[in-house]
């Protein structure tokens, strides 16, 4: 192998880290989006062709408009969330498409009146559930196109 094909063999790898750095960074900043209910900042995290679907399949959405409007229906102001992503694993199909898979844990606290106007916390946990990704549904973040 000479010295150029090193070195670019290098500046590849270099970049296969920057992307899947940028990758975390962007999973990141939809979570805080989400648990902030920053939804302006949640819509650009997704690219405009991104579709998903909920409830096995029953709920389906297309654009980031139509899922975060979904997000801000089901998601009031009362309740508490806090989503974390660990673990992840991202392998590459490509030098344009990546795919992540994170062990989620999403912690849920809804807030409900009891008689004489005292609030009540109950709390919900899931952590054993897994979110995939596509960096191919999600806005380019990376240098690399």
Not at 34 to 40: E, G
Not at 107 to 134: C, E, G, P
Request: aromatic letters at 8%.
């Amino acid at each position: 192998m000479t010295v150029e094909e090193r070195l670019e063999a290098l500046e590849k790898e270099v970049q296969r880290l920057k992307d899947v750095q940028a990758i975390k960074e962007l999973k990141s900043k939809y979570f805080r989006a989400l648990d902030t209910k920053n939804w302006d900042e949640l819509e650009t995290t997704m690219t405009p062709n991104i579709s998903t679907a909920y409830s096995n399949g029953k709920l389906v959405f297309h654009g980031p408009k139509e899922i975060t409007n979904y997000f801000k229906e089901s998601m009031p102001d009362t309740e508490i969330t806090l989503h974390q992503g660990h673990n992840p694993v991202i392998w590459f199909e490509s030098d344009t498409v990546a795919y992540g898979k994170w062990y989620l844990q999403d912690n849920l606290i809804f807030r409900r009146r009891r008689s004489r106007d005292r609030a009540a916390s109950r709390l919900r946990s899931r952590s054993s559930a897994t979110a995939r990704l596509s960096t191919s549904c999600l806005r380019n973040t990376t240098a690399s196109g």
